[in-house]
């Protein structure tokens, strides 16, 4: 509770004063985390009537889904949004051409790029058939829109998407696909500074607006802790550990209660499943690590001779090296040795406990209260002829064969009735008297 209170805390937005220019910076893969952050960014600038939204943007691209919601929030904003590539050296690929296009003015810093914007499927090749005629069309259109909206060279636009082109800042002025070159905030915001936006009204139409951006004061809107922790997990190898590790926490939970790690186990699964919402996943890949995890389970309520723990630990191999991306994406694959690493010690820990299982079952059953049969214990209160005792740990209710016995006396307990224990003095507590002095006089 402390610690959720100290992230609400610090998740929480400030009083932000009005007329400001609010910098939001995202150097990464277009996600729903990003999708998440650009539109509080937003709404934020809005609430506190800012003069401008700068969107500083480094990507290599990354989901059609989220790049579509953030251009969707760019299109509806009720400030100018600059988006701006940089810093230097940084690129606007891919998903990122995409969303630098939709912004009311666009800029680059020296040294960067922008383009090579061609639909790939989720393990990073290129899509195929009609699938990949209709797949390409459909961004081909979305992005002549976006790039006719802004005025911007709709034809180049087209020729990034069907042919990867990319372009770097000089060649994207002089193709018309950005506004100018800003060599830092400040240069940008000299050059923003007049020049008029199509901005979206609260009754859902559109109207111009003068940018005023010059000498502007400036409020960073940075990417909160629990952004910052999304981001992390949003990661194919997080993402399998998650996911592996929370349904190992669930399965010893199963085995044996009471420790509390399913709670880690059901938190991890919920992290492993946004995780992976942020990712292109393959859910075969999942299914197969779901499975492997039940034939665990099942290796320690069935008599298999480790042929389901094998299975298992198969499986959940298997399903890591296909959860998501290829060798020609590696930032959307899980790593080969992530996987094979985990499935050896999975392997290890299976085997080490289909072991011990074995050697369990091959002991003679005595358990349940018949168990207590001929342990000792210490009377918690004075049994005349009932009272409570303590034995192996737990607090029982007694019955003394040979009472009074006083608190705190040693007891062996002889049989059980029901919820209640029959006990008799230890005696090896019994003290014996010592032998009285015979002597002359006494016969």
């Not at 401008?52 to 299109?75: E, F, H, N, W, Y």
């Not at 499935?343 to 005595?366: C, E, K, S, T």
């Amino acid at each position: 509770m402390i610690l959720i209170g100290v992230l609400a805390v610090a998740c929480g937005g400030d009083d932000v004063e009005p007329d400001q220019v609010h910098v939001l910076t995202w150097e990464g893969i277009v996600n729903p985390v990003m999708e998440r952050y650009i539109d509080r960014g937003i709404d934020g600038a809005e609430e506190s009537d800012a003069r401008a939204v700068v969107m500083r943007l480094d990507t290599p691209g990354g989901l059609d889904s989220s790049m579509r919601k953030i251009i969707q929030r760019i299109q509806s904003s009720r400030v100018p949004v600059i988006v701006f590539v940089a810093p230097a050296g940084g690129r606007a690929a891919s998903a990122g051409t995409f969303i630098t296009m939709a912004g009311h003015v666009a800029a680059m810093a020296p040294s960067t790029t922008i383009g090579a914007a061609t639909p790939i499927n989720s393990s990073g090749e290129d899509i195929e058939g009609a699938l990949g005629r209709k797949v390409t069309n459909d961004s081909v259109a979305y992005i002549r829109g976006i790039a006719e909206q802004r005025g911007r060279n709709a034809d180049w636009a087209e020729d990034a998407v069907r042919n990867a082109v990319a372009v770097n800042e000089t060649e994207a002025v002089n193709l018309n696909v950005v506004d100018f070159v800003a060599n830092g905030l400040d240069h940008l915001l000299q050059q923003s500074d007049g020049r008029e936006a199509l901005v979206a009204t609260d009754a859902g139409a559109t109207t111009t607006v003068t940018i005023r951006t010059a000498a502007a004061p400036i409020h960073e809107e940075n990417t909160t802790i629990l952004e910052q922790l999304l981001y992390v997990i949003a990661d194919p190898n997080i993402a399998f550990l998650l996911l592996s590790l929370g349904g190992l926490a669930l399965v010893i939970e199963i085995i044996s209660p009471g420790f509390g790690i399913g709670i880690f186990g059901v938190i991890a699964i919920i992290l492993a499943f946004f995780a992976l919402g942020s990712l292109p996943t393959n859910w075969a890949g999942v299914a197969l690590i779901v499975l492997g995890l039940t034939l665990l389970l099942a290796e320690v309520f069935v008599t298999g001779f480790g042929v389901f723990g094998v299975g298992g630990i198969a499986a959940m191999i298997f399903g890591g090296l296909i959860l998501s991306g290829s060798n020609d994406t590696p930032e959307f694959q899980v790593s080969r040795w992530l996987v094979i690493g985990f499935g050896v010690i999975a392997g290890a820990f299976v085997l080490a406990l289909a072991r011990a299982l074995m050697q369990m079952r091959r002991m003679p059953a005595h358990s349940g209260r018949e168990s207590l049969i001929g342990a000792k214990g210490t009377t918690r209160s004075r049994l005349d002829p009932k009272g409570v005792v303590w034995v192996a740990g737990e607090t029982w209710k007694a019955t003394a064969e040979d009472p009074p016995i006083e608190e705190d006396a040693p007891v062996i307990i002889t049989r059980t009735e029901g919820l209640r224990l029959r006990v008799k003095r230890d005696p090896a507590s019994i003290k014996l008297l010592p032998a009285a002095n015979v002597t002359s006089d006494s016969v």
